[in-house]
């Protein structure tokens, strides 16, 4: 069964500095899906950014950018220029290129943005 | 992106009584829907998945007779707690994949149950 982790339950960075939210996961599948999705306080999931295995290129959306190490089976999220509206749970998400669709969550990390 | 609403927002309910909840794709056919559970400072947990048509499928240690899943339509999928106790009070998030373009989740906007 697949599995996702992350490491840091809380992290906190500078307005305007930089932070990496660390992810890894397990499985021994070689096409699926990576998924970082946003819970801010509003409990409404927000897509963040998405990474499809067979790409080797590094996914960016704006001031978001991964770095996809797939045979470390790892997927990291950068956040630049860190602004107070990213303050949310940030959850790592794995999709099975197999399977209905569902997704499988880490435990989620909780980014704080200091002013 | 594509919506998806989810009805109530807020229910409170007595001990034994049901509950339904409602999701819906408001801008497209989701012929899957998923159903989560999340608990306080916790991750959201896949309880089932609703296809269209057809029985849901239940993940490891999800009761079917307590928590029903009705998927009768290609934008509506419905959740009905039943007999429900004070134990099943936490956020309920529903989602729908559309298939095909980015092969999308796209969530609800979350029911908080308390059961009294």
């Known amino acids: 069964a697949q599995t996702v982790t992350q490491s840091q339950p809380e992290m906190s960075v500078q307005e305007a500095e930089t932070v990496t939210l660390s992810c890894t996961y397990d499985?021994?599948?070689?096409?699926?899906?990576l998924f970082w999705y946003k819970q801010p306080p509003s409990r409404q999931m927000i897509l963040v950014i998405r990474?499809?295995?067979?790409?080797?290129q590094n996914a960016t959306e704006n001031r978001f950018s991964v770095n996809f190490q797939k045979a470390a089976k790892s997927f990291s999220l950068k956040i630049s220029d860190s602004q107070l509206g990213d303050a949310a749970m940030y959850f790592c998400?794995?999709?099975?290129?197999?399977?209905?669709?569902?997704?499988?969550f880490g435990k989620g990390t909780k980014l704080s943005v200091k002013p | 992106g594509a919506v998806v609403s989810q009805h109530p927002s807020r229910v409170i309910c007595k001990s034994g009584t049901s509950v339904k909840i409602e999701c819906r794709s408001l801008?497209?056919?989701?012929?899957?829907m998923f159903w989560y559970r999340q608990f306080p400072k916790q991750s959201l947990m896949l309880m089932a998945t609703?296809?269209?048509?057809?029985?849901?499928?239940?993940e490891q240690g999800v009761e079917k007779d307590k928590f029903l899943i009705n998927h009768a339509s290609l934008t509506l999928s419905t959740l009905t707690v039943t007999s429900a106790h004070p134990e099943d009070s936490s956020f309920y998030i529903c989602?729908?994949?559309?298939?095909?373009?980015?092969?999308?989740?796209?969530f609800g906007p979350g029911t908080r149950l308390t059961v009294l």
């Open positions: 801008d497209f056919q989701a012929t899957t």
């Open positions: 499985t021994s599948e070689s096409d699926y899906y």
């Open positions: 609703s296809n269209e048509g057809s029985k849901a499928t239940y």
């Open positions: 989602s729908a994949w559309r298939r095909g373009g980015g092969n999308e989740q796209f």
């Open positions: 998400a794995y999709r099975s290129e197999l399977s209905q669709g569902n997704l499988i």
């Open positions: 990474q499809e295995a067979y790409k080797q």
